[in-house]
């Protein structure tokens, strides 16, 4: 099982951002996914979930309004598109599938994939 993260990179503050996370090794139809971030010296914290069935959607209040989250099963992809960045969003964001088949976020995920790290400057 493999989840792949790409897309980060450094922009100024009000820039967008899409990250991108490529999963393989399972059937990902069947995973809910959600996206963490860890800045520096911080606890590793949830920003974004999507149900297995993309019918719900979760944020973490700090990014309410400005990130959205999307799937493609048919590609085995998921994406967290980042509007509107801030320098606090900077961190090293994280892919995660968990075997979960509620509507309400996962309480653990099963896989995690590496980083990739957005910076944004002020």
């Known amino acids: 099982v493999q989840l792949q993260a790409s897309g980060g990179g450094w922009v100024q503050a009000g820039d967008s951002l899409r990250l991108s996370c490529a999963a393989s090794?399972?059937?990902?139809?069947?995973?809910?996914v959600g996206w963490f971030r860890q800045a520096p010296g911080k606890e590793r914290e949830f920003v974004s979930s999507?149900?297995?069935?993309?019918?719900?959607?979760f944020f973490a209040d700090s990014v309410k309004g400005r990130f959205t989250i999307d799937r493609d099963n048919a590609k085995n992809m998921v994406y967290l598109q980042m509007n509107v960045l801030k320098p606090e969003d900077t961190a090293v964001y994280y892919c995660?599938?968990?075997?979960?088949?509620?509507?309400?976020?996962?309480?653990?995920?099963?896989?995690w994939g590496q980083g990739t790290q957005v910076t944004v400057s002020s």
């Open positions: 090794g399972i059937t990902f139809s069947r995973y809910a």
């Open positions: 995660a599938a968990a075997r979960w088949y509620t509507s309400t976020p996962p309480p653990r995920y099963d896989y």
């Open positions: 999507l149900s297995w069935s993309g019918g719900s959607t």
